[in-house]
Nanobody
Framework: QLQVVESGGGLVQPGGSLRLSCAASGFTVENYGIGWFRQVPGKEREGLSCIAAKTTRNGFITFSDSVRGRFTISRDNAKNTVYLQMNDVKAEDTAVYYC????????????????????WGQGTQVTVSS
């Protein structure tokens, strides 16, 4: 059974850093595209970053304009986990953060409503406040 579990959320001060984890089970992350998203109540889900499967696009990485230069994404194959490193966080980064996985995912249009993600996590809350 495919499963991803997010962790690492919490309270962080503006300008601080936080690392979110997306731990996978039932599949090998290297062969899947992994996307990170966030959502604030009452707003549309926002795609933040995606790392493509090695099998199709050799780990291609993309970021949204809102986080490019502040967030990074990485994959630890030994731990079967993908990380979202959040640096220089801002109040507007407050949201529930989700990861999703797609077999052989290329990340093309990953933030589109109809991207065929195979599995979603339950989310982890990030709150940026002083």
């Amino acid at each position: 059974q495919l499963q991803v579990v997010e962790s690492g959320g919490g309270l962080v001060q503006p300008g601080g850093s936080l690392r979110l984890s997306c731990a996978a089970s039932g599949f090998t992350v290297e062969n899947y595209g992994i996307g990170w998203f966030r959502q604030v109540p009452g707003k549309e889900r926002e795609g933040l970053s995606c790392i493509a499967a090695k099998t199709t696009r050799n780990g291609f990485i993309t970021f949204s304009d809102s986080v490019r230069g502040r967030f990074t994404i990485s994959r630890d194959n030994a731990k079967n986990t993908v990380y979202l490193q959040m640096n220089d966080v801002k109040a507007e980064d407050t949201a529930v953060y989700y990861c999703a996985a797609d077999r052989d995912g290329t990340c093309t249009h990953y933030d589109g409503r109809y991207y065929p993600w195979d599995v979603w996590g339950q989310g982890t809350q990030v709150t940026v406040s002083s």
